[in-house]
DNA sequence: ACATATTTTCAATAAATTTTGAAAGTTCGG
DNA sequence: CCGAACTTTCAAAATTTATTGAAAATATGT
């Protein structure tokens, strides 16, 4: 395979992949191309490549830059941006986890303390059961939490080398 | 906060939550409530609950079902279908991963490999920083799935006891 | 301050996904 | 085999989400 097609069937599967994260397409996209191409880019290289509007572009280069994955980087003599991935892809996932953390589970969390709490006789099936589905999903969810800091925290080397002994 | 509120919030919440991750507000809906409820459903209970319709009800119980969340229950005595959630959450949740494990994780594993072999000279460097973040996606994928097959064979037990420790 | 290059916004449009509901299919007791 | 109860399918409609592109805003060099 050419370089050329194994890049673009990279970029496309990603952005297949990204869809099934609720990730929207193109910015999984132009985070695949940042991330196999060894320089910098600008907008218009993107939009180049990818074939979308400027707007979509810009969009979900911002997305990307908030998220952490994407930053700005400045040429000197240029008057234009570039955008650069972060390459290291025990970081992206850290940092990927860092921030579903913190928007996706903490708010659960954060509810489910609430509706625990509901008022009622436990000893009334629907009252029971609903209490011990909460609680059950809050336990296993503050759990997942304190595992998820401590990988967040962790090297990569733990990771890949503790952990596989740990496990068998 | 009453029963009956309670039940809406988590639906609602269950619902928002399950967009973040590729799912289908209806189906996490559908989940959701089966989860809380003590007696196994109908469809026609699920759709009086959650005003949907017959159609787009029976889809997602049967996509439930396929995700092996959700089983068909035969009352004795009935005609009707009933339908119950798994509701040990460690059990569920080790389904959803073995799920996603299958349809997305190995399949990306299967494509890096191929395009790991893409032609050209490593000394290129646009050939070296596609080769090099593809292996690297590879190598941390290869391990997810090895830490994942782990879980999934492993009991609740070792997950909320054991790996409190090994994170400190 | 001006002219120009560059970036950002956002209303309109397009595309993708979800939902509906009626019709077709199936199952089952008698 | 019939008819009623129940389940499944799927084309059309509704809704949600993504994309465009031109206009507005901002930044830069002289």
Redesign the pocket.
């Known amino acids: 395979m050419k370089l050329i097609e194994a890049k673009q069937q990279f970029i496309s599967s990603w952005g297949a992949f990204g ?1 099934h994260w609720g990730i ?4 999984a996209q132009i985070h695949a191309l940042l991330l196999i191409t060894a320089d910098p880019l ?3 290289d993107i939009m180049e490549q990818l ?12 997305e990307l830059i908030n998220w952490g994955l994407v930053e700005r980087v400045l040429l000197t003599g ?4 570039y955008f650069s991935a972060e390459k290291d892809i025990w970081k992206v996932v850290k940092q990927i986890v860092k921030e579903r953390k913190k928007r996706e589970l903490e708010p659960m969390l954060k509810l489910l303390d609430q509706l625990e709490g509901v008022e009622g006789d436990k000893r009334d099936k629907n009252v029971k059961a609903f209490v011990d589905t909460v609680s059950g999903i809050k336990k296993l969810g503050k759990q997942a939490d304190k595992t998820l800091d401590a990988m967040i925290r962790a090297e990569e080397s733990w990771f890949v080398g503790n952990l596989v002994k740990i496990f068998k």
Do not use: A, L, P, V
Request: aromatic share 0%; no cysteine.
């Open positions: 869809t929207n397409r193109t910015m600008t907008q218009d074939n979308i509007s400027r707007g979509n572009t810009n969009m979900n280069i911002r240029e008057r234009k941006e």
